[in-house]
């Protein structure tokens, strides 16, 4: 357990935290919302420089809160209460609710299956190979909520086996670029995507949504599914092309893959009664989760409705649901993270940080405040490892900013929200699935820094012209 812990980073993270601390409250500032923003930064800053596992660093700052009082000064009783806050809050259950219900999808066997289906159409060329594992990593999307589960567990094993059987072998270098690099590029870059395209597809989506609510907007699954989805779907589109053009494979056939598919789908079998009752599920939380406001059933509810099905049909048995550690990590580390978010924001700290830069853009129409504020937010990406950490340090106060420049709140919240993940690709430690496609040695990380910032440009032009244009049709501006 002592090797999870750098006793380093952990000192820099404490220097870090007690320097804020001591330098006095800004005018306009209260002091234990300032002594607040020392822990959140602190708590952050490891989590950046892995001083400790996320889990860790995330109980560290909840006991901070909860033994500094700066929460509820003077009253011991509220400040154990509010620093546990976070624990209540239902969109943090609905990310571990959904990790459960992604358990299903691989237990069963579904989602393999979907991807080796798609690869067996499209899998002709190296174009449609690429594709069709996209379509599969879409369409799973909206249900698993860890897209380092989706890539990870479902696509990235299915990627590199189709690889080597192509003449791509991981060990020997001269045939990376016969077909793995591309594929290696292809599906990261589309997980980055379709992350980006379903409130439910990423831990840090929800996140967004409950930092945007505390400023007082408020954003569905169906309302970010709706604004994200013409510009996603352009940029999930483009993406194989792009590569295709710029870094395409030296293999352009391959003819025997929809064959290797085929073989592995019959070694599979038929649909099993456990993956018709997995489709059920799925088809039952989508319809709650888009039509939720209708039905009045909230979205945490739907998940809930969805895991006491697979429960009782023993798609899932309780021991799955307990034996999911990165469901329960999410719960802990997102509570924490989420619990510190918040009270910057009750506590006036948010507010005062809007307002101050707010008055430097005073003279800007929102139209050029608009993307000055999402290129400043997109490529500060490169100082982090995580979406969450992303989100969790800087959303807030630029959300803050962007409203305080008049700017379209639904549309700047959801535009925001999905930047850390439109740049998960410009390092090869941008995002959860990034070490584990780098790591497959297909790409070298001068081509992965390269077409990484090549496809972030693309990606941004996207969802600024396109984007925009459609978020004028459907009214969020």
């Not at 006793?7 to 002091?31: D, H, Y």
């Not at 990870?152 to 094993?157: A, C, E, L, T």
């Not at 001068?446 to 969802?463: N, P, T």
Request: charged share 10%; hydrophobic share 50%.
């Amino acid at each position: 357990m002592m090797k999870e812990i750098k006793p380093v980073s952990l000192l820099i993270t404490l220097a870090i935290g007690l320097s804020i601390w001591f330098i006095p409250a800004p005018e306009g500032v209260k002091s234990n919302a300032w002594h607040l923003l020392a822990i959140f930064i602190s708590t952050v800053a490891g989590i950046i420089m892995k001083a400790a596992p996320m889990g860790t660093m995330a109980m560290l700052g909840i006991t901070l809160c909860a033994a500094t009082q700066v929460l509820a000064p003077g009253d011991a009783g509220k400040s154990i209460a509010h620093a546990l806050s976070g624990f209540g809050n239902s969109t943090i259950w609905l990310i571990g609710l959904a990790f459960f219900i992604a358990r299903g999808f691989i237990k069963t066997g579904l989602g393999t299956r979907l991807a080796y289906n798609f690869i067996r159409i499209f899998g002709k060329g190296p174009l449609g190979l690429a594709y069709g594992l996209n379509i599969a990593d879409l369409l799973l999307a909206p249900a698993i909520p860890s897209n380092t589960a989706r890539a990870g567990g479902v696509i990235f094993p299915i990627m590199k086996s189709i690889a080597i059987n192509m003449g791509s072998v991981p060990e020997k270098p001269e045939t990376h670029r016969r077909i793995g690099a591309f594929l290696t590029l292809s599906s990261y870059n589309a997980n980055m995507i379709t992350s980006s395209m379903f409130l439910t597809a990423t831990a840090s989506n929800p996140m967004a949504q409950k930092f945007a609510k505390d400023l007082g907007i408020t954003i569905s699954w169906g309302s970010w599914a709706w604004a994200a989805l013409i510009p996603g779907l352009v940029c999930f589109l483009l993406i194989p092309l792009y590569l295709y053009k710029f870094y395409g494979p030296e293999l352009r056939q391959t003819s025997d893959v929809p064959q290797i598919a085929a073989e592995k789908l019959k070694e599979m079998g038929p649909v099993t009664k456990q993956e018709w009752l997995m489709v059920t599920t799925f088809i039952t939380l989508l319809i709650l989760w888009i039509f939720g406001s209708t039905v009045q059933v909230d979205a945490t509810t739907g998940a809930l409705i969805g895991l006491c099905i697979l429960l009782l049909t023993n798609v899932l048995t309780w021991e799955d649901v307990k034996a999911e550690k990165g469901a329960w990590d999410t719960i802990v580390w997102f509570s924490s993270l989420v619990m510190m978010g918040s009270y910057l924001n009750s506590l006036g700290f948010v507010g005062w940080f809007g307002n101050l830069v707010g008055k430097q853009m005073g003279q800007m129409s929102w139209q050029m405040a608009f993307p000055l504020i999402i290129l400043v937010y997109s490529y500060c990406h490169y100082m982090f490892a995580s979406a969450t950490a992303q989100a969790a340090a800087m959303y807030p106060v630029f959300l803050a900013v962007g409203i305080s420049a008049g700017i379209p709140g639904t549309m700047l919240a959801i535009f925001l929200g999905a930047c850390p993940t439109l740049m998960g690709g410009i390092t090869h430690y941008g995002h959860g699935p990034a070490p584990i496609f780098f790591g497959s040695t297909y790409v070298d990380m001068r081509d992965w820094w390269k077409h990484g910032f090549f496809l972030s440009v693309l990606f941004l032009a996207v969802w600024f012209l396109i984007g925009g244009g459609w978020w004028k049709l459907i009214g969020l501006w």
